[in-house]
T-cell receptor, first 114, second 113 residues
């Protein structure tokens, strides 16, 4: 069964450093998403991406965040200058189409900012 | 009012019991609805979509009441392996014409032997 994969599974970084979280969506999916979940809190939408453009972003997704699809398979989330409050689980998701369709989630990257 | 509201629980039930979770949402423009299951420190996994007519998948039944903006999930004959957090997800159409998931905080279920 096809699945979304993410690397690394755990990333530890110092405050102020840049991190890149990587995702490989399901191969025939066209819509990609990033979510985050701070420990003990709900899953929050960050950004959606289609056709090499951001479709929608939340208030959390400020100028320190960016997304990219550098090739035909990878989808990345970059955090330019990490803060302590960026510590969270980051989930990538993909869906076959836009609209009221199911999204499938990767296993997540646990980001710890020290 | 929160966008998606769930009772956090925990619900502690014996094996074999029937348990029901409820969820309310505030955005009447919401187009689709889902239940996801999340195990501790793992990703959300799709349990089932929720349709207006109600739908069933084995021991799981989901219902949607658009008029009351209310979604439910019923689990019959609970198994130990059903212990998890159940996430209610609403998928409204945004002002920019796209869709995004809005998650509830989840309801924790613990099935006891």
């Amino acid at each position: 069964e096809p699945e979304v994969t993410q690397t690394p599974s755990h990333q530890v970084t110092q405050m102020g450093q840049e991190v890149i979280l990587r995702c490989v969506p399901i191969s025939n999916h066209l819509y990609f998403y990033w979510y985050r979940q701070i420990l003990g809190q709900k899953v929050e939408f960050l950004v959606s991406f289609y056709n090499n453009e951001i479709s929608e972003k939340s208030e959390i997704f400020d100028d320190q965040f960016s997304v990219e699809r550098p090739d035909g398979s990878n989808f990345t989330l970059k955090i330019r200058s990490t803060k302590l409050e960026d510590s969270a689980m980051y989930f990538c998701a993909s869906s076959e189409a836009q609209g009221p369709y199911e999204q499938y989630f990767g296993p997540g990257t646990r980001l710890t900012v020290t | 009012r929160k966008e998606v509201e769930q009772d956090p629980g925990p619900f502690n039930v014996p094996e074999g019991a029937t348990v029901a979770f409820n969820c309310t949402y505030s955005n009447s423009a919401s187009q689709s609805f889902f239940w996801y299951r999340q195990d501790c420190r793992k990703e959300p996994k799709l349990l089932m979509s929720v349709y207006s007519s109600g739908n069933e998948d084995g021991r799981f039944t989901a219902q949607l009441n658009r008029a009351s903006q209310y979604i439910s999930l019923l689990i019959r004959d609970s198994k130990l392996s059903d212990s998890a957090t159940y996430l209610c997800v609403v998928n409204p159409l945004t002002t920019s014409g796209t869709y995004k998931y809005i998650f509830g905080t989840g309801t924790r279920l613990k099935v006891l032997a």
